[in-house]
């Protein structure tokens, strides 16, 4: 017979696989449609999991990926035996002393997967009829260039650029200067090697 804690557990599994569904069928529908940047490494469903699996830009190898996955975890490790139990104190103490690790592994091991699923700008926005994704995406980053006053002369900061994408569009349409800040190496990599294919190094970092 199940308990009430068997019942919630297996309530859990089903809606992480459907929403883990939804989600694939969305990343495919949007990566379809005819709105990927030109030299996107993630364009197409098919040539960007590939990418994700021979990526020469990320700072982890093959060998590491695994490594990295399982350290992650272990950072987890007790803090959920039970639902609704969110952490022990052994685990929290854990975490504090490698916070640095921690958030490192996961935008490492992350960062492909948006870019993948989402383009380089890691956010949604309203669209309307007719709009494609990558539409409403640059609608929306163009807006709040013209709310921020942004334009030719004029410097930005972008805290939590991510790999850049919002901060290039931006800069494309206003000509503003900015500069964009993450926490992440191999963001900060990748956001760079977009900004120089875009030919807006001297404005953008």
């Known amino acids: 017979m199940l308990t009430e804690e068997d019942s919630a557990s297996q309530i859990f599994v089903i809606g992480a696989a459907v929403a883990s569904i939804l989600m694939f069928n969305v990343v495919v529908k949007s990566r379809q449609s005819k709105c990927c940047e ?15 699996l021979s990526n020469d830009q990320s700072v982890l190898s093959r060998e590491e990926v695994e490594g990295s996955i399982r350290g992650y975890e272990n950072l987890f490790s007790g803090s959920r035996k039970k639902i609704g139990a969110i952490s022990n104190e052994q ?7 490698e916070y640095k690790t921690m958030v490192n592994s996961f935008y490492d091991l992350v960062t492909d997967f948006y870019q993948w699923g989402w383009g380089q700008s890691f956010h949604f926005a309203p669209r309307v009829k007719g709009e494609t994704f990558m539409e409403s995406i640059k ?21 939590g650029c991510g790999v850049g994408g919002p901060l ?3 800069a494309h349409f206003s000509g503003a200067d900015i500069t964009g800040l993450t926490l992440n190496e191999y963001q900060v990599k990748v956001g ?12 953008c970092r």
């Open 139 to 159: 609608r929306f980053e163009f807006k709040l260039a013209l709310m921020a006053g942004l334009k030719e002369n004029v410097k930005a900061i972008d805290i």
């Open 168 to 170: 290039k569009n931006i």
């Open 38 to 52: 030109a030299k996107d490494p993630f364009a197409g469903t098919i040539s960007g999991s590939t990418t994700l």
């Open 192 to 203: 760079n090697r977009y900004i120089e294919e875009a030919g807006l190094e001297k404005r």
């Open 91 to 97: 685990s929290i103490t854990n975490r504090k002393k």
